[in-house]
């Protein structure tokens, strides 16, 4: 069974930074796609940033400058570093991966729990 276990999620004021990990345990060969979607209250879920692969790249236009998504093949884990951090990007921030090689089957559209991101004025 593979999991998506994010941290780095906090506290922070208006301009700060902050930086998420997500890693991906389990038996796994590899990872195509990898992103960071965001939920704040009474607002449906929306992508923050996508990775694929091979290090293409694309954000939400309301994080664009701000954040940078990366992400380590090797350790199976994807990274948010998020800048000049707003009010409006107070959310829970959720990692996903959309398909997950293992050694014994797919995995589709795997989800990791969250972790807040509050920020202050």
């Known amino acids: 069974q593979v999991q998506l276990v994010e941290s780095g999620g906090g506290l922070v004021q208006v301009g700060g930074s902050l930086r998420l990990s997500c890693a991906a345990s389990g038996s796994i060969l590899g990872i195509n796609a990898m992103g960071w979607y965001r939920q704040a209250p009474g607002k449906q879920r929306e992508l923050v940033a996508v990775?694929?692969?091979?290090?293409?790249?694309n954000y939400a236009d309301s994080v664009k400058g701000r954040f940078t998504i990366s992400r380590d093949n090797a350790k199976n884990t994807v990274y948010l570093q998020m800048n000049s951090l707003k009010p409006e990007d107070t959310a829970v921030y959720y990692c996903?991966?959309?398909?997950?090689?293992?050694?014994?089957?797919?995995?589709?559209?795997?989800w990791g729990q969250g972790t807040q991101v509050t920020v202050s004025s």
């Open positions: 990775i694929t692969s091979g290090g293409t790249t």
């Open positions: 996903n991966a959309n398909r997950i090689r293992t050694l014994t089957h797919w995995e589709y559209d795997v």
